[in-house]
């Protein structure tokens, strides 16, 4: 079987990310994958990513091939007609992606790393962000006030935390200092290719936000105000985007390292509360539960390990290649059936 994966955007992070677990794929037996090949010809399953699929051409090459989009968003979903599958990467694109009649195949996004082999200095507490811009900005002041709190709270025993943000700052600049922690020390990095086996595995606990602004804030305050809809200003209906996913927790799973995490559904799938990690929901929540990991290594350990195993069990490379090649088998086999009129029926 060959598979063959094609972008323009060979230097985006979304390819790069992906590249890391399906260029895995090699290693199985009659299989061959190619990364960013010229010629599309002789191909059994062909792999775009949803910013720039060209169908067209695919069937042109290879009639027979499966097509597969990598990563469809909303903007660019209507792209995807006439695909044979698509590569969603948790439950939220899954159900973005339902109305296509497209048949969806779960694969995670995120740069695989090696577990580390060294626990980081126990000196200062790390608490690690890594993402876009626009979700560490969207921390203030829910989760920045959780923050501070942890801050004094760690200082009155002793203990030195800190808070790492990694993101695009090449890009998008630095967050502005009213969307941060007020006393908390802040580090910004920019993100690179090799950050995942570097200043995110030096890290002790991973934070990962994911509500995203509200857009009408005075309607939402005035529906907080019906008891029988919500309790506080805080609450909200939706707010998460329709391409979350739990790769961010992912990155942090593979290194071992525990996670406190905005209550949404992939870190519903992902994290199990109190076992591999905690959901929050409010800032005295994010405050309890960040106190309690900075304040216990054992416990930091305890989830960490946990989490670690979900990603293995779950989330590795050997096991979603694994899911991947039986739904592409599954695929071709019932694409025979069609082209021979059997119906599946010997």
């Known amino acids: 079987m060959r598979i063959v994966f094609t972008t323009e955007h060979r230097n985006a992070p979304s390819t790069t990310l992906n590249l890391s677990c399906l260029k895995e794929l090699g290693a199985y037996p009659d299989v061959t994958f190619a990364a960013f090949p010229e010629d599309l010809s002789e191909a059994d399953v062909i792999l775009f990513m949803g910013y720039d699929p060209d169908i ?42 339902q109305g296509t009649g497209i048949r969806t195949l779960f694969y995670p996004i995120y740069k695989f790393e090696p577990r580390r082999q060294q626990p980081p200095n126990e000196d200062r507490i790390i608490i690690c962000y890594h993402g876009n811009a626009m979700h560490a900005a969207a921390m203030h002041p829910q989760i920045t006030t959780a923050l501070d709190a942890v801050w004094k709270d760690a200082a009155d ?9 990694i993101y695009n ?19 910004h990095v ?14 002790h606990i991973g934070i990962v936000p994911n509500l995203v602004p509200m ?12 008891p029988s809809k919500s309790a506080t200003w805080a609450d909200c209906l939706v707010r998460y985007k329709p391409t979350s996913n739990p790769g961010r927790i992912i990155s942090f799973a593979m290194h071992g390292i525990p996670v406190v995490a905005d209550l949404y559904p992939s870190s519903a799938k992902t994290i199990e509360p109190g076992v591999s990690g905690f959901l929050a929901m ?24 946990a989490l670690h195993l979900e990603f293995l069990t779950n989330h590795a490379p050997p096991a979603i290649n694994a899911r991947f090649m039986n739904f592409i088998n599954r695929l071709s086999a019932s694409a025979r059936h069609r082209h021979s009129g059997t119906n599946g029926v010997a």
């Open 215 to 226: 857009r009408w804030p005075a309607l939402c305050e005035r529906i907080s105000r019906i």
């Open 282 to 305: 409010d800032t005295r929540s994010w405050h309890l539960a960040l106190l309690a990991l900075v304040t216990d290594i054992g416990l930091r350990t305890e989830l960490g390990d």
């Open 169 to 187: 700052i090449a890009v998008h600049g630095k967050i502005p200092s009213r969307f941060l922690p007020s006393r908390m020390p802040v580090e």
């Open 190 to 203: 920019q993100w690179h290719d090799a950050v995942y086996a570097r200043e995110l595995a030096a890290s």
């Open 157 to 165: 025993l002793g203990l030195s935390v800190a808070i790492r943000y």
């Open 56 to 97: 067209r051409a695919a069937r042109a090459a290879s009639p027979n091939a499966l097509v597969g989009i990598i990563d469809p968003r909303p903007g660019t979903l209507v792209k995807a007609a006439g695909a044979d599958f698509l590569m969603v990467n948790g439950p939220e694109m899954a159900a973005m992606s």
